[in-house]
């Protein structure tokens, strides 16, 4: 009886241990996915600057040539 006890005892431990051990592996796997979020928000929004900044300064550009 002790022995059987026993064996369920391990065995509920080590599922415990694998699904604690794939948690922590999920959350391993996401570490970088947040940094690379925050580069390519970074990236859009250089672009949409220099955009705004091209643009601006096409028009800036045509307006200084019809001052007389």
């Known amino acids: 009886m002790l022995d059987l006890q026993l064996k369920v005892l391990v065995l509920l431990h080590l599922a415990v ?27 859009a929004v250089i672009a949409i600057v220099g955009i ?4 601006v300064t096409a028009y800036v550009q045509a307006q200084s040539g019809k001052i007389k």
């Open 52 to 55: 705004v900044v091209a643009a």
């Open 17 to 43: 241990l694998g699904i604690d051990d794939h948690q922590h592996a999920a959350r391993r796997d996401e570490r970088g996915s947040v940094t690379t979020e925050y580069v390519l928000w970074a990236v």
